[in-house]
């Protein structure tokens, strides 16, 4: 199994920045890509970023540019930091893992969520 907990939410004003971090544990061996959602009221969850062991990523096309995400090398630790924020990226956003169950299937395990509130 694999646990995580998100941090680094919080309020700033637009053309700020932050940087969310994600602390895995457990079968932190298993997981072979890690990512970010976010989910503003009345929307769909949507994937924010994504990246593979080896590095490769994904960026929601609103993001690029302005978001990066990476990992640390013991695959523990996931981060995103987003610069020249903007109010429609006023989200809660939620760390997720897909990982190997060791059960011939994978898995995805997703954090509580931080809120990012972005003013005006």
């Known amino acids: 199994q694999v646990q995580l907990v998100e941090s680094g939410g919080g309020l700033v004003h637009a053309g700020g920045s932050l940087r969310l971090s994600c602390a895995a544990s457990g079968s932190i061996f298993s997981i072979y890509a890690m990512g970010w959602h976010r989910q503003a009221p009345g929307k769909e969850r949507e994937l924010v970023a994504r990246?593979?062991?080896?590095?490769?990523?994904n960026y929601l096309d609103s993001v690029k540019g302005r978001f990066t995400i990476s990992r640390d090398d013991a695959g523990n630790m996931v981060y995103l930091q987003m610069n020249s924020l903007k109010p429609e990226d006023t989200a809660v956003y939620y760390c997720?893992?897909?990982?190997?169950?060791?059960?011939?299937?994978?898995?995805?395990?997703w954090g509580q969520g931080t809120q990012v509130t972005v003013s005006s």
């Open positions: 990246i593979h062991r080896g590095a490769t990523t």
């Open positions: 997720s893992a897909d990982f190997d169950s060791g059960l011939g299937y994978s898995k995805a395990s």
